[in-house]
């Protein structure tokens, strides 16, 4: 039988140069956050490591890391011991010189559902992504978890409506984006918080879906991350958030919403998509 009553966290931290530390403060949030009743955590963007693609060096390459490796195994047993769906996002090694943004979808009972890979590769002052990593060529999956039907956007995927159209028309109730994104270099006057507010929640209404958005937080080197990690309903309303501090946002939901939603806002029964063939070419006219 469905499950409509789902709890979810979000776990929001500052990381430090200290891999191993990183992921035991992110373990002790985790198990918080089971105590506490959460049942599906998504983890931050490139998790358990500051935002290397600040620079760029060949030094990098060696944080990657296989998915079949000693680390994601003991995620695995983490969501199995604790009974949760755990969502790990981490910096894959697929093969030699083949590298990519993940995120690991581990079931209640620890098997692996899948890797979703980062689609859509930003490259700009500090964010030099495209130095490490491939587009994705995973898609677009869903996971039909124990807790409900999850789809993943990381990141710079989460900006683009295509992305969150295509989880929700293959069924995804909630949408999870894990997110590395913080002060622009070129505008350092400019914060962009509440542009990803409105950008991604928007995704919630024009879907109907629960969106749930998390990102890291403090200062690496010279970028600083202003966290605001947050849940937002069918209608696009944040029902709650962090501010600029670590911790663990944990909200139980009712996809019961979806249905409203859907319901008095007809936009996926009346989608024309036999119109949409420009959206299929890179043309462009400013």
């Not at 969150?164 to 999870?176: E, K, N, P, T, V």
Request: proline residues 5%; hydrophobic residues 40%; negative net charge.
């Amino acid at each position: 039988m469905r499950k409509e009553l789902v709890s979810i966290a979000l776990i929001q931290l500052g990381c430090g140069p200290d891999i191993l530390d990183n992921r035991e403060r992110t373990l002790r949030q985790v198990e918080a956050a089971a105590v506490e009743g959460a049942q599906i955590i998504c983890l931050q963007e490139l998790y358990d490591g500051q935002y290397f693609p600040q620079r760029v060096s060949p030094e990098g390459y060696t944080l990657a890391e296989s998915v079949e490796g000693e680390h994601l195994k003991q995620m695995g047993a983490l969501a199995e011991r604790l009974g949760v769906v755990l969502i790990v996002p981490f910096y894959e090694k697929a093969g030699r010189g083949l590298y990519y943004n993940s995120a690991a979808v581990f079931d209640a009972d620890g098997s692996l559902l899948g890797v979703t890979r980062k689609n859509h590769i930003p490259d700009g002052p500090q964010y030099h992504e495209k130095y490490y990593f491939i587009p994705g060529n995973t898609g677009y999956p869903v996971y039909h978890t124990a807790y409900g039907v999850i789809g993943i956007g990381i990141c710079w995927d989460e900006w683009f409506p295509e992305t969150a159209r295509l989880l929700a028309l293959q069924g995804a109730d909630i949408l999870f984006f894990p997110s590395a994104i913080g002060s622009e270099p070129d505008y350092p006057e400019l914060s962009t918080r509440r542009a990803w507010e409105k950008a991604i929640s928007a995704h919630g209404i024009s879907n109907g879906v629960f969106v749930a958005a998390v990102n890291r937080v403090g200062q690496e080197d010279d970028m600083t991350f202003y966290g605001g990690s947050f849940i937002s309903n069918p209608l696009g309303d944040i029902v709650q958030s962090l501010d600029n501090e670590e911790g663990m946002l944990l909200q139980t939901i009712d996809l019961k919403e979806i249905d409203f939603a859907r319901h008095l806002l007809q936009f996926l029964r009346d989608r024309r998509p036999e119109t949409y063939g420009p959206l299929l070419t890179r043309d462009a006219r400013a």
